[in-house]
């Protein structure tokens, strides 16, 4: 199929590329004018391209077939299931450019994802993935180039194991063009035709990356929070929202309030153009683990007249600071609808405000900026700054997964494994997949409905877990919910009328004080048996905003979506919230409360007491060295109302680590002895003796005997005499061996065997002891000898890990 891929040897297509890339600093540049021999090489084709299907693509967001110069634009390489690719190379060049000269490089890539991509170390304009690996997508912007540079071609090269793909034509290349000034504010969407047949239903579920962990500058703890998700599914005459262009009413209101009203309103009125409006509620905080808080989904359809979607939700509190796709196009070119689609969401500004930080005080920007992706470098007080002009971390990700398909599908490609079973029912895969480990009590019946009229509710039915055999196997919920609707209301009942879910409330019909507001919905389907509708499609009820009319009181947003409930059985509480827009004219403090509570009832409680999650992993040992101890935790799954657990929820054991490294340690030092020699000179000694050797690499022991000068009177020089003396020396060392011999048969010295061989380890793995012994051969008869004891020594062994 290719050639085999040589080391910086490929057959490669000669590209000079400029050097003046915004961002870049100058050792970079200087850099990369030294490696002019590998800038300007990109790889050349070397495998062979299927015809009728393309495994590989490169898409723009939008698929745009113009550019505005200096808009940003996302840029997509993806694999089609089940192809992937290792490595890639990405550069633009100017159309009819070979790359031989510095002005053939147009635009420039800003990296999203630094674990995913980087750019090339010696050539910093062209993008590289950060590490060979087996991936299926990667995502860059691309910022046009200025106003005259004409047509722009994207090119990109694929590794896959050791074949190079790089076509010169194909879905690997994208040619796209300078928007001519005439055309200005027309939109750069191309007329996008989709061939699709029939149906598809999606499900849309975001999940917020953005906490104090992942992005600590400045991160506002109290108020942090997802506004409501609002968007929908659209065709192409329809725009909610795009990169280069102004928001609307509606757009601002979401950007800045976080209010999905006005937008939705905006979606509404385009009724022919849209096929379902995408809600789903907001998150206070804007992070909890999944275990505590489900992320927000939402489901959508799309058909071949409304086949894009588009969604956006305010990061906040923020000057105007978003996230979102737009018009996401879910038809394929071989006339089916995607079965995935899977985006990580940096900020973008909406261009309504210019405030640099999360909290920055209400500072409209006149005239209105269009909107643009935030940056690295936009300014130095901006919690997303970075000095190097890196990537921003990521703040969010949307999964976008195809549930159902409906009416008779034509796509000429056939489905693959993974779109059928993506398909099929819920009640088709019933199967149960509990573990042969975990063993449950049946299910208790199902609860009543939480719903009491034809809007959407919950029931709720229960298990007990008996018994765990394995913990190293986690066991499934012990509750399971199901969708449901009050009496009469069922989907076969042919005489029910079938709703849609009512529209958000209207705005308060008054700024100040009371009011009313209403709220509507239509029918989706009238009875099979041809009667009418009786269900209301309108309700109004009295509302209150800034209950105070006086330069003391201050002016708030409207009441948001009330959170899920507390408890998911019986009684609990729920809460919404709302912002300040303004303070008091006057300077007072604002009094409004921003946080309201209420209680909320869930299906009826079975009592199952002591409902666990699964042990934690074990702690760090308490020691770094030697005998510790460690923890592990599990939580209280169950409500506190469900009875009373007396179940451990915490565990302590013994740890033993290599052990700690014993220095040597020394007796004081003796006295000075005499000088060795009668007269003329001579030398003294003292010692000391090791009461610890050294052990498991502890610091070694100084020496233990000194010697130093000595000088006694002057010999004298007769024979006679000096041997008489040395006679008399020497009877006097006689004397004193002979008492201290004495000595030692009064109290004899303490005698050991040798050391015993080292017992065996404790623990096969994870840190056991040994131990050895040297047992006393003769103690002594009296008290003064009372250091002749047996001596013990331990050691770590199996310090390996489990």
Known sequence: MGLPLRPLALRLLALTFPLVARGFPDETLEKAAKSEGYCSRILRAQGTRREGYNEFSLRVEGDPEFYKPGNSYRV???AATP???????????????????????????QIIDEEETQFMSNCPVAVTESTPRRRTRIQVFWTAPPTGTGCVILKASIVQKRIIYFQDEGSLT??????????EGVTDKPILDCCACGT???????????????????????TNHWSAIIGGSHSKNYILWEYGGYAS????????????VKMEEEIRQQSDEVLTVIKAKAQWPAWQPLNVRAAPSAEFSVDRHRHLMSFLTMLGPSPDWNVGLSAEDLCTKDCGWVQKVVQDLIPWDAGTDSG??????????????????????????????????????????????????????????????DDIVADLAPEEKEEDDTPETCIYSNWSPWSACSSSTCEKGKRMRQRMLKAQLDLSVPCPDTQDFQPCMGPG??????????????????????????GTRSRERYVKQFPEDGSMCKVPTEETEKCVVNEECSPSSCLVTEWGEWDECSASCGLGTKRR?????????????????????????????????????????????SVTCGKGMRTRQRMLKSAAELGDCNEELEQVEKCMLPECPIDCELTEWSQWSECNTSCGKGHMIRTRMIKMEPQFGGTACPETVQRTKCRVRKCLRGPGLEKRRWKEAREKRRSEQAKKNADSEQYPVCRLKPWTAWTECSALCGGGIQERYMIVKRRAKTTQFTSCKDKKELRACNVHPC
């Open 174 to 183: 994208k040619k796209i063009c300078e928007q001519d000034s005439t055309s």
């Open 356 to 417: 640099v930080t999360y909290e920055s005080p209400n500072k409209p920007t006149v005239p209105q900026e269009k909107i643009r992706p935030l940056t690295s470098l936009d300014h130095p007080q901006s919690p997303f700054y970075d000095p190097e002009g890196g990537s921003i971390k990521l703040v969010a990700r949307v999964v976008i997964e195809r549930i159902a398909r409906k009416g008779e599908q034509c796509n000429i490609v056939p489905d693959n494994i």
């Open 577 to 621: 919230h709302r912002m300040i827009k303004m303070t008091p004219a006057d300077g007072s403090m604002c009094k409004a409360e921003t946080t309201e509570a209420e209680k909320c009832m869930m299906p009826e409680c079975h009592t199952i007491p002591c409902l666990l999650s699964p042990w934690s992993e074990w702690s760090d040992c």
């Open 76 to 78: 997509t390489l993806s």
């Open 200 to 222: 598809a239903k999606y499900r849309l579920t975001f999940y917020g990356n953005w906490s104090e962990k992942t992005h600590p500058k400045d991160f506002p703890r109290r």
């Open 83 to 109: 192809a992937y690719f290792r490595g890639f190379t990405l550069i633009a060049l100017k159309e009819g450019k070979e790359g031989d000269k510095e002005e053939d490089h147009a635009g420039t890539f």
């Open 489 to 514: 209301c069922s989907d076969e009942d042919g005489s029910t009328c079938m709703m849609s879910d009512w529209i958000t409330w209207s705005p308060c019909s008054v700024s100040c004080g009371m």
């Open 249 to 260: 009413e509606g757009v601002k209101q979401v950007a800045e309030l976080g209010s999905p």
